[in-house]
Structure formats: structure tokens, C-alpha cells
Nanobody
């Protein structure tokens, strides 16, 4: 069983930065995908960024050039560095894992282990 726990959310003004962290546990071998997703009030959950076990990344167009997904294998931690934040980035952000060895995407339905979420609020 894989568990993921997010941290690092908060409130910032537009143009500011935040770094989210995710601590997965319970899976230590094989290929995997880790992703960040977000859900704003009244909207469907959407993919933000994903990274596979080899470090290959993918992003949704709306965050390219502003957000960076990375992982520290020594610490076993996943990060999402968010720069140039906009009010439309306001959402609950979730970390998720897929340990089936599939090609990594930012499609919500691919992921089967989810954290509880951390709130990001960007004010104008």
C-alpha cells in the first residue's frame, strides 16, 4: 500500500512563489509515476505535472515555465516549485502515485494513490 502526504501550501500574493512537498511511502522499487494535481472549487480535478522514476517530466500547458516538478531520491521526497503564481492557480493541490510502471501522464484517472491535499491561495 502506497501512502502520500503533501505539505507546503499557503497564501501568497500574485507573482509570489510556493514550494509544495510530497512524502510517498510504502513503495521502494520498480518504475512509478508521481504527479501533482489541483482542484478549484466547483471545478474538476486537473493534472499539473508528473515525473517518472527516471526523472522525465511533463506539465499541463497553463503552468509550463512557471512550475517545476522534481524529486530528491535520497530524501524520498517529491516537490512542486511554483513561481509567478496567479489567482487562477488557487486550488487544493494533491500529490498522487501510480506504481504500475505505465508511461507517466498528467491524466487524473491514471493515478491510484492520493494524498489528502494542501490548499494554495493566490490573491490579486
Amino acid at each position: 500500500q502506497v501512502h502520500v502526504v503533501e505539505s507546503g501550501g499557503g497564501s501568497v500574493q500574485a507573482g509570489g512563489s510556493l514550494r509544495l512537498s510530497c512524502q510517498p511511502s510504502g513503495y521502494t522499487y520498480g518504475r512509478y509515476c508521481m504527479g501533482w494535481f489541483r482542484q478549484a472549487p466547483g471545478k474538476e480535478r486537473e493534472g499539473v505535472a508528473a515525473i517518472d522514476s527516471d526523472g522525465t517530466t511533463s506539465y499541463v500547458d497553463s503552468v509550463k515555465g512557471r512550475f517545476t516538478i522534481s524529486k530528491d531520491n535520497a530524501k524520498g521526497t517529491l516537490y512542486l516549485q511554483m513561481n509567478s503564481l496567479k489567482p487562477e492557480d488557487t486550488a487544493m493541490y494533491y500529490c498522487a502515485a501510480d506504481v504500475r510502471g505505465l508511461r507517466c501522464t498528467v491524466v487524473v484517472e491514471q493515478y491510484n494513490y492520493w494524498g489528502q491535499g494542501t490548499q494554495v491561495t493566490v490573491s490579486s
